[in-house]
T-cell receptor, first 114, second 111 residues
Framework: NAGVTQTPKFQVLKTGQSMTLQCAQDMNHEYMSWYRQDPGMGLRLIHY???????DQGEVPNGYNVSRSTTEDFPLRLLSAAPSQTSVYFC?????????????FGSGTRLTVV | GENVEQHPSTLSVQEGDSAVIKCTYSDSASNYFPWYKQELGKGPQLIIDIRSNVGEKKDQRIAVTLNKTAKHFSLHITETQPEDSAVYFCAASSAGNMLTFGGGTRLMVKP
């Protein structure tokens, strides 16, 4: 049971490049989310999914795309990277339903856009 | 949407003292309030949570209190230890699938 696995751990992109941040979980969690963490701003929700084939926007979705073709995987795509997207990105997952505990987070991807 | 404010942004205490971190939320429909601990280079880890039908919850040295009327909740850590040093985040959720986080508190426990 690996939990939530994010790859890569570090990435440097040039402005305008595209890339995909990978996220996989092996806990059969229905809910998955992507957050970005910037200094002094906590974590802000980018996109989330409540199950395979269902995605929705969070607080800061511009510049990012997601898809959820399987329960296990929830990749985050940057179509044309900008310096404002320099951040630490966290993927998280949880079971659906009440009475279930909070999200399990991955260890993060530190992205620098130059 | 929900807005969560967290104070203080930094907190320094002596080992053995207590630490208190406070959060306020804006959406009266929020009903789930988790607290996360984030160590350097790692993702946030859930340490305790509380639901709106409960006023207080304890787990060994940590406790969380919730005041629904005032829309604020607090994390209490007693007998602090150096390994408690980390960044702590509060969060609030009304729909269960979206968490709104506070800005974080950097706790430093001095030996």
């Amino acid at each position: 049971n690996a939990g939530v696995t994010q790859t890569p751990k570090f990435q440097v992109l040039k402005t305008g490049q595209s890339m995909t941040l990978q996220c996989a979980q092996d806990m059969n969690h229905e809910y998955m989310s992507w957050y970005r963490q910037d200094p002094g701003m906590g974590l802000r929700l980018i996109h989330y999914s409540v199950g395979a084939g269902i995605t929705d926007q969070g607080e800061v979705p511009n510049g990012y795309n997601v898809s959820r073709s399987t329960t296990e995987d929830f990749p985050l795509r940057l179509l044309s990277a900008a310096p404002s997207q320099t951040s630490v990105y966290f993927c998280a997952s949880r079971k659906s339903g009440t009475g279930i505990g909070g999200y399990t987070f991955g260890s993060g991807t530190r992205l620098t856009v130059v | 949407g929900e807005n969560v404010e967290q104070h203080p942004s930094t907190l320094s205490v002596q080992e053995g003292d207590s630490a208190v971190i406070k959060c306020t939320y804006s959406d009266s429909a929020s009903n789930y309030f988790p607290w996360y601990k984030q160590e350097l280079g790692k993702g946030p880890q859930l340490i305790i949570d509380i639901r709106s039908n409960v006023g207080e919850k304890k787990d060994q040295r940590i406790a969380v209190t919730l005041n629904k009327t005032a829309k604020h909740f607090s994390l209490h850590i007693t007998e602090t230890q150096p390994e408690d040093s980390a960044v702590y985040f509060c969060a609030a959720s009304s729909a269960g699938n979206m968490l709104t986080f506070g800005g974080g508190t950097r706790l430093m426990v001095k030996p």
